[in-house]
């Protein structure tokens, strides 16, 4: 496998993120009746799991930069760039966990507090933010997406240290 165009690469990634959070799903899915009460529960739920997402990348970037510490001039091309498509991937789930977790409030603020189900408490339905046309559905599977993408890098990437 030859050198990887990191900055092509970057850019291919930022320009997918763009595209796939402005292009609607088709069909349209119906928002889903939702009382306020399970709306919160759910926005609770998604921010812990975020915020351990996130620290879990973090870590494990942490320890690829610990195992490769006095390796670097060693590593292989393939190491090399499966070393750069877990960082990729990871930082991009990262980058956009942090969005995510910063629109949490927002979100809850636009919450209906009604005794019945609503329709505008579909939280996977609503904006990140009012002036941001990004689903948090969309947002998180992108996410998740992501983190996915980078775990199987990360795997290659470990599995060819040893």
């Known amino acids: 496998m030859e050198h990887v165009n990191h900055p092509l690469w970057v850019f291919i990634v930022f320009c997918f993120s763009i595209i796939y959070l402005l292009i609607e799903k088709f069909p349209k899915t119906q928002k889903a009746s939702v009382l306020y009460d399970n709306a919160k529960i759910a926005l609770e739920k998604i921010s812990v799991w ?17 195992l490769t510490k006095d390796k670097t001039c060693t590593l292989t091309e393939i190491q090399k760039n499966n070393g750069f498509f877990v960082l990729l991937f990871f930082g991009a789930s990262v980058i956009l ?4 977790l910063s629109s949490i409030p927002s979100v809850q603020q636009r919450l209906v507090n009604s005794n019945i189900p609503d329709k505008a408490n579909d939280i996977y339905e609503m ?9 948090l ?10 983190f996915l993408i980078g775990m199987v890098f990360y795997a290659l990437f470990i599995f060819s240290l040893f």
């Open 127 to 135: 904006p990140i933010f009012s002036f941001v046309p990004f689903t």
């Open 97 to 100: 966990s942090t969005w995510l």
């Open 50 to 66: 975020t915020t351990w997402l996130t620290g879990l990348q973090t870590a494990s970037m942490a320890a690829m930069a610990l």
């Open 137 to 146: 559905g969309r947002f998180s599977g992108l996410i998740h997406t992501y």
